[in-house]
């Protein structure tokens, strides 16, 4: 791969992390210039402090998946989305992008049978 794709792979990179968190902040209720900012914030601080960095990110779900997020769906019982989003302080479109999310990562509390 030449400088220059790594280069345009490197602006996807943070791209990418400035527009997800931005989308999941607004998803969350949080204002849109607020989440642009925060997201811009977190793209930054990723070219600051990793900059140069050789990262191998693993696509593990158990990596993938915040504890909150977990708690929530070992919470869910299929009809208290309601309840779920104000326990924890989010939306209830929120809480069927998680289930709906860790269901498509499988099950995190089943074990491997290899």
Request: charged share 25%; aromatic share 6%.
């Given at each position: ?70 708690a929530i ?10 309840q779920l ?5 989010v939306t ?23």
């Open positions: 791969m030449s400088r220059n794709e790594m280069g345009i792979r490197r602006h996807e990179l943070l791209e990418g992390v400035h527009f997800h968190a931005r989308q999941t902040l607004i998803e969350l209720g949080i204002d849109p210039d607020l989440a642009d900012q925060a997201g811009c914030a977190i793209s930054e601080m990723l070219a600051n402090e990793w900059g140069g960095q050789l990262v191998n990110i693993p696509k593990d779900h158990h990596y993938r998946l915040a504890s909150r997020d977990l769906y070992e919470e869910f019982n299929g009809t208290n989305h309601g989003a104000r326990k924890h302080g209830v479109r929120a809480i069927y992008k998680i289930v709906k999310r860790v269901r498509a990562m499988g099950d995190p509390n089943q074990t491997s049978l290899f």
